[in-house]
């Protein structure tokens, strides 16, 4: 099955990975010890992290180092880009409003 970077945010137990990741490097036994679940379910949340391509992996003698790979989650800011410009127009309309309201209160 090919997973992409949105189906493995969408998990909130990848995104707790991620953010443990994005700090620094662990194990899996390092990783599974910050959860409330089985070893196997772990591990399951990191092949698929690793099938999207958001963690990393490199062998250091016996241990397998998971990494955080942050240049993946440009995907998500490629789409998010899309509503930004509505985002700010709309935020920028809603301070408008808030001041005239504010003013007519004056």
């Not at 090919?2 to 909130?12: E, G, K, L, T, Y």
């Amino acid at each position: 099955m090919r997973r992409d970077v949105f189906q493995a945010i969408a998990d909130p137990t990848r995104r707790a990975i991620l953010s443990l990741l994005a700090v620094q490097a662990m194990t899996p036994n390092a990783l599974a010890e910050n959860f409330n679940t089985s070893r196997q379910a772990i591990s399951k949340h990191i092949r698929i992290l690793t099938e999207c391509q958001l963690v990393t992996q490199e062998q250091t003698g016996r241990e397998i180092y998971y990494y955080f790979n942050a240049k993946k989650l440009k995907e998500v800011d490629k789409w998010l880009q899309q509503f930004r410009a509505q985002w700010d127009t709309r935020f920028s309309q809603l301070d408008t409003l808030l001041k005239n309201i504010k003013n007519k209160k004056s």
